[in-house]
Each structure stands twice: as C-alpha cells, then as structure tokens.
C-alpha cells in the first residue's frame, strides 16, 4: 500500500513539474516529463517486479525469476489478474525445480483466482493433469488433458499433450 502511495506522489509531482516546465516554454522537458508521469501511472497497475519476473520466466531463467517473485511479499494485495499471474509463475518456477505437488497448489490458485489469458489456464491445467497422473489419478487427469485441449485454441500445447496422453497409457 505504501508503494503504492509512494507512486501516486510521484505521479503528481511529476505532472506538476511538466506544468511548471510548459509555463517557462521548455516543451520538450514538459512532455518527456509527461511520459514519466504515465510511465509511472502505469506502474501503479502493474506491478514492476511480476513484469520482471515474467521476462525471466520468458527467457527460461527460472531462478532469477524466483528471485523476483520473492520480492512480492504480499500478493494478496495486487490487483486480482496480477495476483493470477503471481501464482501462475510461481507454480512455473516451483515445477521447474522438481515440486510437482508443491506446484499443484500454486496452479489451483491460479486458475480460482482467474488468470486471463486461455493458452496459460491450458497450461495451468496440463500441469495440474500431470500432478493427478503422479498420484495415479487417471480420470482426474483425462478430464484436465480434456480441458487444456480445448483451451488450447492456437495448437501451442499439442506436442505436450500428446506426451502426456502417451504417458497416460503406461499409467
């Protein structure tokens, strides 16, 4: 909350600072000021460690992003797409480093709290398939497998998901 403060405070002096610079005709401070201004409105809504944790997670440095995720100390506190997101990498990073079932949970959240995008509640889901297929849970895990298919609307799953029906067979 205080961050959050912090910003806004930021904000409005930023913006009354570009006034200041149009009233003395420097355009030019006054707008780059201006585009400081929205870059920290927009930082209010996105909150600057999950956005660097996601470009780790893109880049495949599960670590480092762990790091940055543990710097959010409160997600219940972001905003509620964000803290989807927020479990969404954790359970990423969490399942990279071997804790299947840790991981579970973290997806479960995600998916209650209402992530967005339907490419990662497919992937959220076939990860949570392949949890219920380590506890011999094959039905749980079809209907998942099921369900992540259908979501998966761009085919960017297929190759995963024919490995994890493959694996079914030998469950």
Known sequence: ????????????????????????????????????AALVVLLIFRHEMLLIAFWFVRKGDMEKAEKYLDMIKQPQHLIRA????????????????????????????????????????????LSLAGAAMSRRR????QNLITEAKKLDKHGLLDEQIKLMKEQMKRV
């Not at 094959?138 to 895990?141: D, F, G, I």
Request: proline share 0%.
């Open 1 to 36: 909350m205080l961050n959050k403060i912090i910003k806004i405070v930021l904000t409005a002096g930023l913006l009354a600072w570009s006034v200041f610079q149009f009233i003395e005709g420097n355009i030019g401070n006054g707008i780059l000021l201006v585009l400081l």
């Open 82 to 125: 964000q803290e989807a997101y927020y479990y969404f990498m954790r359970g990423l990073t969490t399942s990279q480093k071997g804790g299947v079932f840790e991981a579970e949970k973290f997806f479960k959240k995600a998916l209650n709290t209402g992530l967005r995008m339907s490419h990662d509640r497919a992937m959220a889901k």
């Open 138 to 141: 094959k039905r749980e895990a």
